[in-house]
C-alpha cells in the first residue's frame, strides 16, 4: 500500500466457456470499474491442465464437475491490475453460491443466470493465489523447449 492506503494488485479473472463470446461486456464493465486489462488470452485446458489449476479442490463433491467444464470449450485469461484488484474482481462476480445470489443481484453471476459450476467467471481468492494463478496462465520462464527455439539474431 502507498502513503494513501491505496493497494495495486494483479489478479487472474477467467471467463469460463458459456461466456467468452460476450468478452466485451465484460472488457466495459472491467474499465468501468478502474481496473486495466494487462494480460490477456484465449486458450483451452486439458482435463489435467483444469484439474492441476483447481488442485485446492480436489477432495470436493464437485471438482470432476467443474474439471470437466472449464476444460469443455475456450477460456479467456486476464491479468486484470488496479487498486484492490484481488477483491474488486471478485465483487463484480459476486458470491459463488445461487441462494447468496438471488440476495444480492448486483453482481454478474446473477445477471447472467449463472448456476452450480457455471458461475460466469473465476477470481483469485488472494494475493498469493493470483501469483500462482498468473503464473499458471502466463509463465514468466520462457523456456527453449519444442517450438520456441527461434531466436531473432538482430535483436
Ligand atoms: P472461483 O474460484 O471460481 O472464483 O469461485 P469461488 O472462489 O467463489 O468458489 P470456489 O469455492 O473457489 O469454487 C470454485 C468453483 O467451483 C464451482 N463450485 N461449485 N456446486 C457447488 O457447490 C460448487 N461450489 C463451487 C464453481 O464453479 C466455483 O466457481
Ligand atoms: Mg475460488
Redesign the pocket.
Known sequence: ANKLGIKKERTLAILKPDVVTKIGDFLELIYSSNLIVTKAKMSCLTCNQAADFYAE?QSKP?FNN?VQYVSSGPLVAMELMGTDAVSAW?RL?GP??SPTRRESPQNVRSQMGAE??K?VG??S?SLAAAARELEFFFPSTVGLGPGNTARCTDC
Open positions: 479442490h464437485f467443474l471478485r462476480l459463488t453460491d452450480g459450476i458461475n473465476h477470481g481468492d
